[in-house]
Nanobody, 120 residues
Framework: QLHVVESGGGLVQPGGSLRLSCVASGFTLDYYAIGWFRQAPGKEREGVSCISARGGTTNYADSVKGRFTISRDNGKNTVYLRMNSLNPEDTAVYYC?????????????WGQGTQVTVSS
């Protein structure tokens, strides 16, 4: 199983920033794309961003383009999601998982998620 652990969420004011981390647990991240998703209360899980195994391909949901940046450090077995200019609509639990490619098939399980709350 390709398990991941998300962290870095918290409470932030509108306009603020956070950096989320997705750490691979028990496997080497180098060979997998990683997708970030989020789920707000009462809504379906939606794709936020994805990065290919070597980092050459990234994609973003229209709602976060220009504000979020995905990156990876394979040496640290970690993928990051830098989130700037946060607004209340970004409030959600954020999840990551291993994928075959961007876009592609989900190969790993979801982590426990990390809560992001944007509120004044």
């Amino acid at each position: 199983q390709l398990h991941v652990v998300e962290s870095g969420g918290g409470l932030v004011q509108p306009g603020g920033s956070l950096r989320l981390s997705c750490v691979a647990s028990g496997f080497t991240l180098d060979y997998y794309a990683i997708g970030w998703f989020r789920q707000a209360p009462g809504k379906e899980r939606e794709g936020v961003s994805c990065i290919s195994a070597r980092g050459g391909t990234t994609n973003y949901a229209d709602s976060v383009k220009g504000r979020f940046t995905i990156s990876r450090d394979n040496g640290k077995n970690t993928v990051y999601l830098r989130m700037n200019s946060l607004n209340p609509e970004d409030t959600a639990v954020y999840y990551c998982a291993a994928y075959s490619s961007c876009p592609g098939l989900r190969l790993g399980s979801w982590g426990q998620g990390t809560q992001v709350t944007v509120s004044s």
